[in-house]
């Protein structure tokens, strides 16, 4: 089954106009990234849609999890419905596929939504019959989530260099422009090398 993410950015209405604009221009280079990456596990292109939201159809969760990293690093708050099911692909582009998978995350976010607590950022509705592997993509997904937004700028974005990047710490602070202590010191403060573990192990 594939795995539908809606993706509500909450802060997006509040921005003005210019700000709105160039905002839009970076979340759309962004999300041709991540089709650009990981397009063997993108089933639709990712769509910004209405400059409010992103959809993703994915059978994986790295194209998830380096997406929520990126609007991590760009300080925007959001929240995310993550559903499985079958899904109808009328075109290439996510926003133009529908189906019970984007049904169920259309719910889970609404129950988000509908929370007093704004610490809970993701929900996720799994249909009976999701094969294992795909629960452990969700729920990794949702953890990854988890540890990624209880970093610092900084912190997020020495663990993206480590993470995606595969970049050492000399390496880090060069491109940082801070010293190796101070990256390795952050790091240190961090679960970026246990979820590049994890990220292997999953790989594999």
Known sequence: MPIAAIIDLTESKTIEIMDRKELDESLRSMIQMVYKRFEKNCLAKPTLTQGDSIELLVNNWKPLIFLFHKILLMRLDFKVGLGTSTIHLFRENAD???????WN???????????????????FK?????????????????????????????????????????KNISEIAEITKTSKGNV???????QCYTLTRLISWLEA
Request: with cysteine; proline share 3%.
């Open 126 to 166: 799994v249909e009976s019959g999701t094969p294992k592997d795909e629960i452990i993509y969700i729920t990794s997904s949702i953890l990854f989530l988890t540890n990624l937004k209880m970093l610092t700028l900084s912190q997020l974005k020495y663990c993206y260099y480590y993470m995606w990047e595969r």
């Open 184 to 190: 390795s010191k952050n790091l240190a403060k961090t």
């Open 105 to 123: 995350a259309r719910e889970a976010l609404e129950e988000i939504k509908k929370m007093r607590r704004k610490k809970v950022i993701a929900s």
């Open 96 to 102: 133009e596929c529908d189906g019970p998978a984007f």
